[in-house]
């Protein structure tokens, strides 16, 4: 008896649990030819999508499309900036405040995805990070519209003033 190493590709499809499974990586690499399978070099690493989500993804809107009218999509020191915060420079780790101290950061899942001077109250947001309303918490769908994209911060116009705490 042979032991053989198999090899597994799972598709990076939200909700998508299609995998093709070969006794070798070249072999999986074949199957995925055959049935449409697409590799795509995005974000940290190699995502695999099948035949089905990779049509899917094709089809997907840009984010400045489904935004309203006017909305401007920057990328997070820009949108920093135009918000009157001061970055002390472009790298991930950069300072940023505003009113002589820190802003106020907000994550989802280790990622920053809204910022709020508790001063001033002015803000920045991702747009497509988490919405809260009516209990739940809701996303933009990435499988309907591409995320991929530095370009998703907006400043935030607020009419109730600052944020006191
Ligand atoms: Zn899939
Ligand atoms: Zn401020």
């Known amino acids: 008896m042979t032991l053989r190493i198999g090899a597994t590709l799972s598709c ?11 006794d070798t990586a070249e072999a999986v690499r074949e199957s995925a030819n055959r049935y449409g399978w697409v590799r795509v070099l995005g974000g940290d690493r190699e995502r695999d999508y099948c035949g089905a989500c990779a049509e899917k993804r094709a089809r997907r809107k840009r984010l400045a499309e489904v935004m309203p009218a006017g909305t401007v999509l920057l990328g997070v020191f820009d949108a920093a900036r135009a918000a009157g915060f001061t970055v002390s420079d472009d790298r991930p780790e950069a300072k940023v405040s505003c009113c002589g101290t820190p802003v106020e950061i907000q994550s989802w899942l280790g990622d920053a995805v809204a910022a709020h001077c508790k001063t001033c109250g002015a803000a920045i947001a991702d747009v497509t990070g988490p919405v809260w309303s009516g209990g739940g918490v809701s996303f933009v769908d990435p499988d309907k519209i591409n995320v991929e994209t530095e370009a998703r911060w907006v400043v935030v116009v607020r009419d109730e003033g600052a944020v006191k705490s």
């Not at 990076?12 to 070969?22: A, N």
Request: net charge negative; charged share 35%.
């Open 12 to 22: 990076d499809g939200m909700d998508c649990d299609q995998h093709l499974s070969e």
